[in-house]
């Protein structure tokens, strides 16, 4: 009788470990899948946003756009595929990455 008894108390606690071991298993699943919502919400997604105003913003300038580009302002004399070629100052030009253009007035 006791034997049975032992038996009967060693499998309900297998039962009882394995059902721990599954709910512990889905609860980090479910944790993980929680934590990257929240960084994709709050950190790729409003980056994503910046980024194509951002290049936006490149697409449109033009020729006699008021630039500012690496902390120099300038007018744009030819824009490139790259790179745009900026008056700082009367007959002085200067070459300048497109991604340094911080900003563009119309």
């Avoid at 108390?9 to 297998?14: F, G, I």
């Avoid at 790729?44 to 980024?51: A, D, I």
């Amino acid at each position: 009788m006791e034997q049975t008894a032992a038996v009967a108390d060693a499998a309900t606690q297998a039962t009882t470990t394995a059902t721990t071991q599954t709910t512990d298993w889905v609860g980090l699943l479910l944790y993980c899948v929680i934590i990257f919502a929240i960084i994709y919400f709050f950190m790729v997604r409003p980056n994503k946003k910046r980024m194509a105003e951002y290049q936006k913003m490149l697409d449109s300038i033009k020729v006699g756009n008021r630039v500012l580009a690496g902390g120099i302002y300038g007018t744009v004399k030819s824009v490139n595929d790259k790179t745009i070629e900026l008056e700082i100052s009367k007959g002085v030009v200067v070459e300048v990455a497109k991604g340094a253009v911080a900003s563009v007035e119309q």
